[in-house]
């Protein structure tokens, strides 16, 4: 399922499986690496799979948070056990899965030139997360080995910055940015299409990404690269 695929591209720092269920914990950075992904069969009663998110984010320092698809059988039943959908979720509590055809190279003579590296550069590092020395856990899950760390860069300036990885046959995109007086001008679309190259290079068939569904930019951009949605998903909490 494409929800396991893009979980498998996004490690967490901490994981503990409670049936088939994910507990994961990575210092608070990322929902969902600091969630439990309730997917299938937890195989303890909804009460007691609820009771072990809890203790299990409470050991770990985070809040207990259940990342559940939108309209499955699993809403209904953390609605039941008194759970809400996290509203006030800072990054966005209702996110689309957005699945598509794999960018391709947009030319322009006078756009940056966009490459893929293997390895996080410290510009990289300070336009994804906001600082040149990431902390463990964001080391850990987005240097995750296999990635790759797109840049694009305008006359010796970091413009943007995305981070790729292969999520079984499919190219997973997040936290891709483009620094705020650089957009609008096909940037984001540039760095996607080096992103494209590189997932074909590794015969990637599509390309999948996670977005909140109050972030009107991202969602633009991505419709018109051809995304539509393929599920949404949201994050509860206990009430
Ligand atoms: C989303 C983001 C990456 C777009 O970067 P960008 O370089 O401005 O995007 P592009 O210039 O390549 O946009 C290509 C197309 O996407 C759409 N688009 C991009 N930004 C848009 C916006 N603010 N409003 C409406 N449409 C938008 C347009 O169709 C645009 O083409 P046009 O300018 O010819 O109309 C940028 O706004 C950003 O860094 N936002 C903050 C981080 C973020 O939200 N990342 C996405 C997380 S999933």
Redesign the pocket.
């Known amino acids: 399922m494409l929800e396991l695929a893009c979980a498998r591209a996004w490690p967490p720092l901490v994981c503990r499986p409670l049936g088939q269920w994910q507990l994961r914990a990575s210092d608070g950075f990322t929902g969902r690496a600091n969630s439990a992904l309730a997917l299938g069969d937890p195989g303890v009663p909804m009460k007691q799979a609820l009771e072990a998110v809890c203790e299990f984010a409470h050991s770990h320092r985070v809040d207990a948070l259940v990342q559940a698809v939108y309209g499955s059988e699993i809403e209904a039943a953390l609605a039941a056990a008194g759970w809400v959908p996290h509203v006030h979720y800072p990054a966005g509590h209702e996110v689309s899965v957005l699945l598509g055809p794999l960018p391709e190279i947009t030319a322009s003579a006078s756009g940056p030139e966009c490459v893929v590296l293997d390895a996080p550069t410290e510009a990289w590092w300070e336009l994804v997360v906001g600082r040149g020395e990431p902390t463990p856990a964001q080391r850990h899950v987005l240097a995750a080995p296999g990635a790759g760390f797109g840049l694009a860069v305008l006359d010796g300036t970091t413009v ?1 910055a995305v981070r790729v990885a292969a999520a079984c046959s499919v190219l997973h995109i997040g936290r ?3 620094v705020p007086e ?9 760095l996607l299409g080096a992103a494209g190259d590189w997932a074909r290079e590794r015969e990637l068939t599509a390309g999948v ?1 996670q ?1 909140s569904v109050h ?4 969602m ?2 991505y419709a ?1 690269l051809g995304f539509t949605e393929h599920h949404r998903y949201r994050y509860w909490r206990p009430k």
């Open positions: 943007g891709l940015e483009v650089y957009r609008r001008r096909g940037f984001a679309a540039a990404l977005v972030n009107h930019a991202a633009a951009l018109r």
